[in-house]
């Protein structure tokens, strides 16, 4: 992680994801491990950005631990959250409060 940049956090070494430490908008440059990435939505304070590209099915780690599964690639820099992660643990709701269910591809 860069310390250059204070706007956002990384909370152990291990971990794919970084924190939001004020709210990022999109097209707005941050430096993740020392490499810019222009982000490509809105990140609120608090919420995760992935710091190197996570593919779909491999675990996301926040805090040294894992905190759920990537649903779909997630590129570097992309807000992670809700719609491309799914947690091992919990469901995971929409906003119309139904669970989001993972469907087998066809």
């Known amino acids: 992680m860069d310390a250059g940049d204070r706007r956002i956090l990384v909370l152990d070494p291990q971990d794919n994801v970084a924190v939001a430490c004020v709210d990022l908008t999109a ?8 490499a810019p990435v ?7 304070t608090g919420h995760k950005l992935a710091r190197r590209a996570i593919a779909a099915g491999a675990v996301v780690l926040k805090y ?8 779909v690639d997630i590129a570097p820099g ?3 959250h809700t719609h491309n ?3 091992d643990y919990i469901p995971t709701w929409d906003r119309e ?3 989001m ?6």
């Open 27 to 34: 097209g707005e440059r941050v430096i993740i491990d020392g």
């Open 38 to 44: 222009v982000l490509e939505r809105d990140v609120p």
């Open 64 to 71: 040294g631990a894992p905190i759920g599964r990537a649903r």
């Open 78 to 80: 992309a807000y992670v």
């Open 85 to 87: 992660l799914k947690s």
């Open 97 to 99: 409060g139904k669970e």
């Open 101 to 106: 269910v993972e469907t087998p591809e066809t």
